[in-house]
Structures are given as structure tokens and as C-alpha cells.
């Protein structure tokens, strides 16, 4: 199996430095480095990452206008952020751009290493109070105004095109549970619970597991 591929994006040398040299020593791939966003953005796009590990701080944009760029270059890469702050607005605003997961910098090495490796296989990766915060926000979000209808008010179906199977992984997804959980409660292996989310998000035309999330409580299906 290929190493999975990574950059690290933060604009203190010694923290990317030791954030590489721990990836590296736990078998990682870091494809490359760098203390600026756009050019992360510029480099992340010959570098090809799996996941790109990423402060919300730079010194030149935003990490959330970084995760929109990255996005753009590369649709498939899973952004991991990194950072100092655990503000409500700062991890909403970075998951609402597309971030897959959020962990503050305090998190210990050995729960960073495996953080990364969940994010790499597609689950959506908090630090431990903001998980419950942003399936919060998108509960508050699908409460409002026109929740299940569409432009002229009509009932859509819950889950398009989707089969018993997808919808019942997808139910699950929506209560916040990864996949190895998934796999255990529907007694399915884990590369099932990936192909079935997978599938799901190609017919839903999403991006990444927290679009997916936000697809399913918007319906009602974290009920």
C-alpha cells in the first residue's frame, strides 16, 4: 500500500519542521511544506496531497481562503486544520469552507498521527467538544426556513437515488459516528463503509464527508 501523502502548511518553522519530522517517523509521505498560503496552493497543486494539514493563521491569507483554494486545485484533497484557536467561528468557518476535520494544537502527537490517517480514509476528524459544535450549527442551520422543500415548496425525496444500504450508512454518518463505528454496527467491513460513502457522495454530487453530514441533518436523517 502507498504511503499516505501529505503537506504541512503553517507559517512557524519549527512547528511544520517537527510536524513533518512526526509524520515522516509514523510513515507518512510529506510531499512538501510551506509557511504561506498561496504558495500552498500554488505548491500543494504539483505536490498532489492526500491530506494537507493546515494553520488557520498565515501571514498572507486566511486558512479558509487556503481551503477554498486547495479545494479548487484539487477537489479530492481532505484539509486537516491544525490550529491554535478552538473559537466556534473560527472551526465553522473553516469546515463551511471545506475543511475536513479541526484539531487545536494541543492535541497529543499520537491522537494527531491518527487524526491524519481517519482524514485520509474520509472520516471527518474533531477535536473532542467540536464535532458536537458543528452538528449543532448544521441542526440550527436545517431548522430554519424551508427545511425539505424546494424552490416552490414541494417536498423533496430524503435521499435520491440512493439505496437501503447507502441510505442506512448515511443516517449513521449524520449522528456524527466514523466509520469504523459504521462498519461495526452494520457488521460491514470498513473499505465497505468507505465504498457505500463514497458512492453516496458521487450522487449527491458532495465533496467530502462534512457536506455529507450537512446533506443528511438537513433532511432529518440524524434523527
Same mark, same amino acid.
Given at each position: 500500500?502507498?504511503?499516505?501523502?501529505?503537506?504541512?502548511?503553517?507559517?512557524?518553522?519549527?512547528w511544520r519542521e517537527g510536524v513533518a519530522r512526526d509524520l515522516t517517523e509514523a510513515g507518512f509521505l510529506v510531499v512538501a511544506t510551506s509557511g504561506e498560503g498561496r504558495q500552498a496552493i500554488r505548491v500543494a497543486a504539483a505536490a498532489r496531497p492526500d491530506v494537507v494539514v493546515l494553520d488557520l493563521q498565515l501571514p498572507d491569507i486566511s486558512g479558509v481562503e487556503v481551503i477554498l483554494g486547495l479545494r479548487a486545485a484539487l477537489p479530492a484533497v481532505?484539509?486537516?486544520?491544525?490550529?491554535?484557536?478552538?473559537?466556534?467561528?473560527?472551526?465553522l468557518d473553516a469546515v463551511k469552507a471545506g475543511a475536513t476535520g479541526y484539531l487545536v494544537k494541543s492535541?497529543?502527537? *499520537?491522537?494527531f498521527l491518527e487524526a491524519v490517517h481517519r482524514?485520509?480514509?474520509?472520516?471527518?476528524?474533531?477535536?473532542? +467538544?467540536?464535532?458536537?459544535?458543528?452538528?449543532?450549527?448544521?441542526?440550527?442551520? *436545517?431548522?430554519?426556513?424551508?427545511?425539505?422543500?424546494?424552490? *416552490? +415548496?414541494?417536498a423533496e425525496p430524503a435521499t435520491p437515488q440512493l439505496t437501503e444500504r447507502e441510505t442506512e450508512v448515511?443516517?449513521?454518518?449524520?449522528? +456524527?459516528?466514523?466509520?469504523?463505528?459504521i462498519a461495526q454496527r452494520l457488521g460491514l467491513s470498513h473499505r465497505t463503509v468507505q465504498n457505500h460513502v463514497q458512492n453516496t457522495l458521487g450522487k449527491l454530487q458532495l465533496h467530502n464527508r462534512v457536506e455529507l453530514t450537512r446533506y443528511a441533518i438537513e433532511r432529518g436523517l440524524d434523527d
Open positions: 500500500m502507498n504511503p499516505i501523502r501529505v503537506m504541512v502548511v503553517d507559517d512557524h518553522p519549527m481532505r484539509v486537516l486544520m491544525l490550529s491554535a484557536s478552538g473559537e466556534q467561528q473560527s472551526v492535541t497529543a502527537p *499520537a491522537e482524514t485520509a480514509a474520509g472520516d471527518a476528524v474533531f477535536t473532542p +467538544g467540536l464535532a458536537g459544535l458543528v452538528l449543532g450549527e448544521y441542526r440550527r442551520l *436545517a431548522a430554519g426556513p424551508g427545511r425539505g422543500t424546494g424552490p *416552490a +415548496g414541494a448515511l443516517r449513521l454518518v449524520a449522528k +456524527g459516528m466514523s466509520y469504523k463505528q
